[in-house]
């Protein structure tokens, strides 16, 4: 659905925000099955565990700019979407550098994860972009005449 609707009309920035969340959701998906499935790849744990959350970031970014464009574009991103979505410039290479947390790995098939403040951090950054993303929605699309949008 993402991709047919990113086909009709691929200039329009919700299109794209869609088409990327569920190109996204499909990578989540196809690593867990690589992961959890083949011997070559269940030994990428820290591969496993930095994709999955540069993913679930990108996921709740791309979530954040598809509600600022749904139903109708308003034109230019509100300043407060923005400022949401600047603190990832700073976590994406925190997490890259492996900052978020002090020891993966799996015992049996549990995973094991000790988290840092900044993993902390990063979670709670991310269930906050969620929040926002599903804020703007319902306001945009359930109480636009109490907003005047």
């Given at each position: 659905?993402?991709?047919?609707?990113?086909?009709?009309?691929?200039r329009?920035?919700?299109?794209?925000?869609?088409?990327?969340?569920n190109?996204?959701l499909?990578?989540?998906?196809?690593?867990?099955?690589?992961?959890?499935?083949?011997?070559?790849?269940?030994?990428?744990t820290?591969?496993?565990?930095?994709?999955?959350?540069?993913?679930?970031?990108?996921?709740?970014?791309?979530?954040?700019?598809?509600s600022?464009?749904?139903?109708?574009?308003?034109?230019?991103?509100?300043?407060?979407?923005?400022?949401?979505?600047?603190?990832?410039?700073?976590?994406?290479?925190?997490?890259l550098?492996?900052?978020?947390?002090?020891?993966?790995?799996?015992?049996?098939?549990?995973?094991?994860?000790?988290?840092?403040?900044?993993?902390?951090?990063?979670?709670?950054?991310?269930?906050?972009?969620?929040?926002?993303?599903?804020?703007?929605?319902?306001?945009?699309?359930?109480?636009?005449?109490?907003?005047?949008?």
């Amino acid at each position: 659905l993402g991709f047919y609707v990113f086909a009709v009309d691929p200039r329009r920035r919700a299109n794209q925000a869609f088409a990327t969340f569920n190109g996204l959701l499909a990578f989540w998906t196809a690593r867990d099955i690589l992961f959890w499935n083949f011997a070559e790849f269940s030994a990428q744990t820290e591969a496993w565990l930095l994709s999955g959350l540069i993913a679930s970031l990108l996921m709740m970014l791309s979530l954040v700019v598809f509600s600022e464009d749904f139903p109708e574009p308003k034109g230019k991103m509100s300043s407060s979407s923005l400022a949401a979505m600047a603190p990832s410039v700073i976590l994406i290479p925190a997490c890259l550098g492996g900052f978020l947390w002090e020891e993966f790995d799996l015992l049996g098939e549990t995973p094991r994860l000790t988290l840092t403040v900044s993993g902390y951090v990063f979670a709670t950054y991310v269930l906050a972009l969620f929040a926002w993303g599903a804020f703007i929605l319902i306001r945009r699309n359930f109480f636009p005449l109490v907003y005047g949008i």
